[in-house]
């Protein structure tokens, strides 16, 4: 009897916490719920503000007049945004081309051929890479890269000029070539830091595999390391490229700002996200340009969401496979 | 009398023209390090001065262009609102998902969106604000402070990323000995889970504040720009990366030197912070 | 034959093999089966080990050991976990030294020649003193048929790589179970079946050595007998050396028997002997169960 009074405390068990003593968890567990969940709320509220006010212009020209129609004449009201889809296109894929070999060539090197001591310092001087910040990288581009290059792309462009798209043309201070090439650079650490951790976690009975029945080592990484890593070197692939596609203040210094279909490699070009930074300035009285511009925004957004979606379902393939959670862009940033 | 079969000069060649490209590959990569950090400094420097740091760009297109003062305040008090919003927000997303989401289906949907928002560029960001805090009128026209709402909505999915890593890394054993001994549940989140990660949560917060610092894309139609020094961030506001940005569109010599002498700043300032961001990481017990 | 320039524990006073069968003699138990399975059908090649000393930075792992394999024969090593067994024989193929920090002093000769020799290549030696490890370890990207081509293909095309496959599958027991289904990737076969595709590509380079880490431990007691029973047939071919944890293993395998404890060798000689009237006292504890 004397036991089970000891454990009540007026009409409550012991055991029990007051009401008041439980507001803090429970406002804690509701608050951080509502802010996770607010999260949500605002990407879909992006997504439909931006189709709102990018309306006018679907409306005019239709969604696939708008995406498709090769004419963005600003002076006539028409806004065919293709050239810029072409010009993102070209550039993204540029700086695959120059930047994912790189990208890789240094991950492997990094984590299967330096010596110890450098690894550290190398990796660290790769992400460096990622703190300069794009206005920089574009001054330096426009003052440095595009003058000293003009004579080397000249003669590239002479000659090669019997490779159709390549060669012949005049060649262009700012141009498709030099966007393509500082986008290169921009995602040199994205791409390089998740290929490292993607190469690093080879699980290390594949390279002994390989090393056992007398492989030199490039042969070594040829049969372990690479065929391991193509997953997550995909995906890293296309997480730079969606930073590429969506890269707006070093390509618009560079590009050439022309709305139009450079038909060379070293023409000028443009690129949705530049033609918004460039001319948002004179739209802001002009309400038709204005929704152009936000409609090419959408059209911006919509593909590096697909991109990045695509190149998320690579990396959590390569994850799945080897068991381990790839490093999140923030903390290499 | 074993002889061993011996190695193809082929393949031995191979093996060595791979190891070089691989090693060339690497240099290649550190090629645009070392230039923009020699430019930088070759250009920047001898635009600094006591001058340069002290007066406000003029506006003048001949004769003396100014400092860049303003784009320097600009800059502090922007990021620094930007950081004010962001970091705790996205620490607070993160502790959900670690502390009280877990694995459910609607932490999932929440950390899918947030792996989304990384991947927003940086200009939709930019425009999404314009659209609704500026066209909608929101306290006026172009804003400090709208441009920071901007740079938050960055920052949130950099910083939750980072801060999820961090406290995940918290061992559970830690919670469970803390719950063990009947704490309640907050209790357990502000005084065990927060204070080991905090060295963590500082890495992940400063390297997303250096990747605000250097950001022009959201600031173009938030914050816009003006020439004085301002500390109202209720009106439009310089800051240094659209300084340099609109010094070298107009690509006059003075200017010119005075965006690379900006750059120089800018980058310094950021090299800063992402310094200070790994002394941390070092401190931390978890990583 | 190699002739033996100093005394050792091994055979002493024999220069051949202690068990041919004797015309009339009648079957064995079965426990001494795989040592009767007939000649060699390749002379063999030896390994001697001379004062190996192996390191992991600074601490010393093998310390100072004198070893003979002897061709044709399977020697086991046995001992405790941790008594630096396959740190041994990682010395003798060289694989020791991928280790970071890690690396080997003294002599290991495959017959004449010292695998730690100068102007050695490592990439050789290994193709010579093949390796199979603990736990199978197929390249996963690549069909049953590629595996065992793997090694093949390093060095060109000389060989025609389909009946290669075809003889070493056949010599690893496995071909008949995987013949129609040589497209398909490797690792989704069995663990048994997996490790003996792991021997298939080892002896399709046509090694003079087979080092077997363990070979068996991950498998089940099925998949083991299997592999005991090639193992049998391997070293007609091959000289073997095995490390296994496993006692019973090596009385039913080995023709010889190392004992190592902490880095040093404590005894060798013929299996039998090791295990029912060994020389030394901490043997003989091991043995008998008394610790490890």
Known sequence: MEAATATTRGDRSVLERSPLARLPDRA?????????????????YFIIRLYIEAKPAFDKFGVFGFTFDNNWDVSKGIFGAWPLVVGTLITSALALVIGVPVAVATAIYIVELCPRKLRQPLSMM?????????????????FVVIPKLLPAEKWFADTFSFIPWIGGGTVAGPNYFIGGLVLAIMILPIVSAISREVVATVPVEQKEAALALGATRWEMIRMAVLPYSRAGITGASMLGLGRAIGETIAVTLVIGNAPQIGNHLFAQGYTLAAVIANEFGEAASNHLHRAALIAAGLVLFVLTLVVNGLARAFVIRAERKQGTRIAPEGAGA | MTTLQAVSPRRRRTDRIARGLLLAGTIVALVPLVLVLYYLVKKGIGAWGIDFFTTDPSGRFFGDPGGIKSAIVGTVLIVALATAIAVPAGIGVALYLVEYGKKSTFANVVRYFVDVLTGVPSIVFGLFIYIVLVLGNVGGNFAGWKGSVALALLMLPVVTRASEVVLQLVPDSLREAALALGAPR??????????SALPGLVTGSLLAVARAAGETAPLLFTAFAVKATTLDLGTQMNSLPIQIFNDVRQAQDRLVERAWGAALTLVVMILLLTLIARLFQRRSRLT | MTLDPQPRTDFPGEAAPAREPQPGEAEDAPAQRFE?????????????????????????????????????????????????????????????????GARAEGEVRLDEL???????????????????????????????????????RLSGGKADVKQVVERSLRGAGLWEEVKDRLNEPGIGLSGGQQQRLCIARTIAVEPEVIIMDEPCSALDPVATLRIEELIGELKRRYTIILVTHNMQQAARVADSTAFMLSGELVEVGQTEKMFTNPDDSRTEDYVSGKFG
């Open chain 3, 36 to 100: 009767r399975k007939g000649e060699p059908e390749t002379q063999g090649h030896d390994v001697t080990v001379k004062g190996l000393r192996a390191f992991y930075g600074a601490s010393e792992a093998v310390k100072g050991i004198d070893l003979d394999f002897h061709p044709n024969r399977v020697t086991a090593m046995i001992g405790p976990s941790g008594c630096g067994k396959s740190t041994l024989v990682r010395c003798i193929n060289r694989m020791h030294e991928e280790i970071p």
């Open chain 1, 28 to 44: 804690l567990r509701w608050g951080l719920t509502l802010l996770a969940g607010a999260t949500l709320a605002l990407i879909a």
């Open chain 1, 126 to 142: 790769v992400e460096l890479l990622a703190a300069v910040p794009s206005v920089v990288y574009g001054l330096w581009a426009v």
């Open chain 3, 114 to 152: 010292d695998v730690y020799g100068d102007d050695v290549d490592v990439v050789a030696v290994r193709r010579a003193i093949g390796m199979v490890f603990q736990k199978p370890n197929p390249f996963p990207t690549m069909s049953v048929f590629d595996n065992v081509a793997a090694g093949v």
């Open chain 2, 186 to 195: 907050w209790r357990v989140v502000a005084r065990v889970v927060l204070p």
